[in-house]
């Protein structure tokens, strides 16, 4: 069982619509993320770049999933996190970005943020 999931979205327009609306795989993926018992995840905005980093496509994903998220039961101030990529070009994954790509995002990496998730302690010996 999972504790992290990743949940990786298109930030291309069309894209990420297709993959939200009704029957979408985004929708599907969450779905699986949350019955899988996953109790947090990490929402990975790809394809940054081909939108120039605009802050607004990024809040205005963010703003769509997020009420999607809660219905499924995932505390939106403990248990989710956005953060831009561009996966292709190796952005944002493993060190922050540079001010000058994105300087709207104060964030840390990818990685970085899944460095930083306190994770509940497991019994090991059941």
Same mark, same amino acid.
């Given at each position: /069982?999972? =504790? &992290?999931?990743?949940?990786?979205?298109s930030?291309?327009k069309?894209?990420?619509?297709?993959?939200?609306?009704?029957?979408?795989?985004?929708?599907?993926?969450?779905?699986?993320?949350?019955?899988?018992?996953?109790?947090? &995840?990490?929402?990975?905005?790809?394809?940054?770049?081909? *939108?120039?980093?605009? /802050?607004?496509?990024? +809040?205005? &994903? =963010?703003?769509? &999933?997020? !009420?999607?998220?809660k219905?499924?039961?995932?505390?939106?101030?403990? +248990?989710?996190?956005f953060?831009?990529i561009?996966g292709?070009?190796?952005?944002n994954?493993?060190?922050?970005? $540079? !001010?000058?790509i *994105?300087p709207?995002?104060? #964030?840390?990496?990818?990685? #970085?943020?899944? $460095?930083?998730?306190?994770?509940?302690?497991?019994?090991? +010996?059941?």
């Amino acid at each position: /069982q999972a =504790e &992290i999931a990743i949940l990786v979205i298109s930030a291309r327009k069309g894209e990420f619509e297709a993959g939200f609306e009704r029957g979408g795989q985004s929708r599907e993926h969450s779905i699986l993320v949350r019955s899988g018992g996953a109790r947090h &995840i990490v929402v990975a905005v790809n394809k940054m770049d081909e *939108c120039d980093w605009e /802050q607004t496509r990024f +809040d205005e &994903i =963010e703003s769509k &999933i997020s !009420p999607f998220l809660k219905t499924l039961g995932f505390n939106l101030e403990k +248990d989710v996190n956005f953060v831009p990529i561009a996966g292709l070009a190796g952005n944002n994954l493993m060190t922050p970005l $540079d !001010p000058a790509i *994105c300087p709207w995002y104060k #964030g840390p990496s990818l990685l #970085g943020l899944l $460095d930083k998730i306190q994770l509940p302690r497991r019994n090991l +010996d059941k």
